[in-house]
């Protein structure tokens, strides 16, 4: 079983930068894919970013690649979405995910936080 936290969400203004942390519990953190997704109202959830077990390979979605980076710390059971260069259209609920693989399809997920909100306004 994996309990994950997210934090770090709020409002900010386009052009902006936030840092997304999502904490896990359990001993099992490394040996875990993690993703991020997102969901608009009245949206499907749909995929930002995963990364590998160790860190060392990473995926994102094209509408976010080259302005969110994410990243984990496995001594922290940690793993981080850093957001910049922010647009409205990027205003979602943020969900982390853990699976037994780096994927960028949800129901390959088996655990899942609570999510964050992220509010892109002028």
């Known amino acids: 079983q994996v309990q994950l936290v997210e934090s770090g969400g709020g409002l900010v203004q386009p052009g902006g930068s936030l840092r997304l942390s999502c904490a896990a519990s359990?001993?099992?953190?490394?040996?875990?894919?993690m993703g991020w997704f997102r969901q608009a109202p009245g949206k499907e959830r749909e995929f930002v970013a995963a990364i590998g077990r160790s860190g060392d390979s990473t995926y994102y979605a094209r509408s976010v690649k080259g302005r969110f980076i994410i990243s984990r710390d496995n001594a922290k059971n940690t793993v981080y979405l850093d957001l910049n260069s922010l647009k409205p259209e990027d205003t979602a609920v943020y969900y982390c995910?853990?699976?037994?693989?780096?994927?960028?399809?949800?129901?390959?997920?088996?655990?899942w936080g609570q999510g964050t909100q992220v509010t892109v306004s002028s």
């Open positions: 995910a853990a699976g037994a693989r780096s994927s960028t399809v949800k129901y390959q997920y088996d655990y």
């Open positions: 359990g001993r099992t953190f490394s040996s875990n894919a």
